[in-house]
């Protein structure tokens, strides 16, 4: 099965990233791509941008890596209670080529912060809105606290009963 995963996160230590590739790692026999968002940065969103630009290349190419996979699993980063800005931006420009950005494809939504809402906000943002942006959604989890929950170093979930959740969501792709 071929998986694309990402944080939807710029950052270069993101923690959503480090959950996102320990989620994907969880699948057997999986052929895994670990997204990085920086390789699709475009210019902020407008209309007017739209109308001077066109459709950016990258916008298109990030679309063309979900059509090419068979599984997605991305793990959201909260800023402000919503979306980070370099995954909206992408998203945004996505979905003027094509609003249905998923594609039908079977998705996992996980989110975390170092907080104990663990990026629930953004979550609930993404899950709901998931099928209008034809997302097969097959199941959700937030992970509170990530320094507590997570093993930086050894790059994994420390807590029993949250990585059994996530086995048992990560497990509902295949
Ligand atoms: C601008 C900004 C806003 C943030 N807002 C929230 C928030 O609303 N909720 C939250 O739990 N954490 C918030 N945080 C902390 C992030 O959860 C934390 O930076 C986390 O590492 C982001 O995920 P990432 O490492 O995958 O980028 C915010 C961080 C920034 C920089």
């Known amino acids: 099965m071929k998986v694309i995963a990402f944080g ?8 959503n990233r480090k959950l996102a590739t320990y989620a994907a790692g969880l699948l057997s026999d999986a052929d895994v791509e670990i997204l990085d968002l920086n390789d699709f940065e475009m210019p902020l969103f407008s209309e007017d941008k739209e109308k001077e630009l066109g459709h950016p290349e990258l916008a298109h190419a990030f679309l063309n890596k979900i059509g090419e996979s068979e599984a997605i699993i991305i793990s959201f980063a909260e800023h ?33 912060s170092p907080g104990l809402g663990g990026a629930g906000r953004v979550l609930a943002a993404a899950t709901t809105s998931a099928p209008y ?22 790059g994994c979930l420390n807590d029993s009963v949250l990585s059994s959740q996530l086995v048992s969501v990560i497990n509902s792709l295949t």
């Open 133 to 154: 942006f034809d997302a097969d959604l097959k199941g959700s989890l937030s992970i509170p606290s990530f320094y507590d929950n997570f093993d930086v170093e050894a």
């Open 80 to 112: 402000n209670g919503s979306y980070s800005a370099a995954y909206k931006n992408l998203f945004d420009w996505c979905s003027r080529i094509n609003l249905k950005v998923f594609q039908n494809k079977p998705v996992v939504m996980l989110a975390t």
């Open 8 to 15: 939807a996160s710029s950052s270069k230590s993101s923690i």
